[in-house]
């Protein structure tokens, strides 16, 4: 297992029927009238993604733009239709339907969500919007997943606990061994005197979520390149009850509450696999002292670079998918909350006791509390800029506004020199 650069994604088998909300047709409605221009058609054929090219394409383009939600095209020797609202191409000779989506004029993908990964053929009854697809992730039916093999045998099921579809490794689990050698190589150096012990490490049980971030792996891989499919491996540190959440359900919020004026925006924090301490500092210890974090798989897509303090929750354009604090060499990788459920994947508990690491949360706090500004200063800057405006040039106007918003969020210096 290589923790030190991309993770090469599986293929995944996505479906074509919409999840939750609206009804699917409405849904797919929305979406068509919302959509600019398309400049690219794909379908999922093979195990992979592959683009509609020549008079096809050009065919789909004039129907789409014309406002027909569906329409007729040939390539390959077969003829299909496209159904744009629904998101399938279906054989015109053997019904047969597979999943399809188109990238717009302003990089904004339009593609299937996944459910069961079955195909379909014209005249089977439809799911209803919420309904199973028969493939249910619940914790108390064995599966596949409800096991986790290794080379040095496999986890048992009544193992789990608290963490529900978790199974708890073997120390000898060949796993287990590179987890533990990740996570101590990244937070021993911080640890200090008080040191460190991991009390324990769980395997997370896939299954429908894999599928999902699989498919979003393909998706963004479609939209952004080869490289944009790409996961990497970040650490996931909260609370006690929300990496429990995580772990069992799904992302329910965001992590930035945690770090408060520390927050590169409001999205789900995560640090390199080499830096498990700055996720541990955001890991709450339950009352028996442990704390714990998860390693996972992320998907970043095309990054921007966001600053400190920053309210921003969402891409600022269609250009990008998540978000760093540093290009060069970020610190934290930031999924928004809208893809943290597709975007994230949960693979390794750690559970660990480390009280001089305590000590450092707290003393952290203590001094962010220090670096708040009292209402006094807040009130007395706006009146000053007011009265020098007339003396100092726009750009210096500019950089003072700047440097005086970070200071409200606590994120500026002693001073504005």
Request: net charge neutral.
């Amino acid at each position: 297992m290589n923790f030190s650069g991309d993770v090469k994604q599986a293929i995944p088998r996505p479906a074509v029927a919409f999840s939750g909300g609206p009804s699917p047709l409405l849904q797919g409605w929305r979406e068509f009238r919302r959509s600019g221009a398309p400049v690219r058609f794909l379908c999922f054929e093979g195990g992979a993604w592959a683009d509609v090219e020549g008079e096809a394409a050009v065919a789909l383009r004039r129907a789409f733009l014309d406002g027909r939600v569906v329409a007729e095209a040939a390539y390959a020797g077969r003829a299909f239709l496209f159904d744009f609202l629904r998101l399938v191409r279906i054989d015109a000779v053997t019904a047969e339907e597979v999943p399809m989506g188109w990238i717009d004029d302003r990089g904004a993908c339009f593609f299937p969500v996944p459910d069961g990964g079955r195909k379909r053929k014209r005249g089977q009854q439809e799911l209803e919007d919420g309904a199973s697809s028969g493939v249910e992730e619940r914790s108390d039916e064995s599966s596949s997943d409800d096991t986790v093999e290794s080379g040095s045998g496999r986890a048992n099921k009544a193992a789990r606990g608290a963490w529900g579809k978790a199974a708890r490794l073997e120390e000898t689990d060949k796993f287990y061994q590179v987890v533990r050698k990740l996570f101590l190589s990244g937070i021993a150096p911080r640890a200090g005197g008080g040191g460190v012990a991991i009390t324990a490490v769980h395997k997370v049980a896939q299954g429908p979520r894999s599928r999902a971030f699989q498919l979003q792996g393909q998706l963004l891989a479609a939209a952004r390149g080869a490289g944009g499919g790409n996961a990497k491996f970040a650490w996931y540190g909260a609370p006690s009850a929300d990496v429990a959440a995580a772990v069992e359900h799904g992302f329910g919020r965001t992590n930035s509450r945690v770090l408060g004026h520390r927050a590169h925006g409001d999205g789900v924090h995560l640090s390199p696999p080499q830096s498990p301490c700055t996720s541990a500092m955001l890991a709450k210890a339950d009352e028996n002292g442990e704390a714990h974090i998860v390693l996972c798989r992320v998907l970043m897509g095309r990054p921007e670079t966001v600053a400190v303090g920053s309210s921003q929750f969402h891409p600022s354009s269609d250009d990008y998918d998540s978000a760093v604090d540093n290009m060069q060499n970020p610190r934290w990788y930031v999924v928004w909350s809208t893809d943290m459920n597709t975007r994230i994947l949960p693979e390794y508990v750690v559970s660990f006791k480390c009280p001089s690491l305590q000590q450092t949360q707290g003393s952290s706090e203590a001094t962010s509390e220090l670096r708040k500004p009292s209402p006094a200063a807040r009130d007395m800057f706006p009146t000053l800029l007011a009265e020098i405006q007339r003396f100092v040039p726009t750009s210096k106007l500019q950089t003072l506004q700047g440097t005086y918003n970070r200071f409200k969020l606590g994120a500026g210096g002693s001073s504005f020199g």
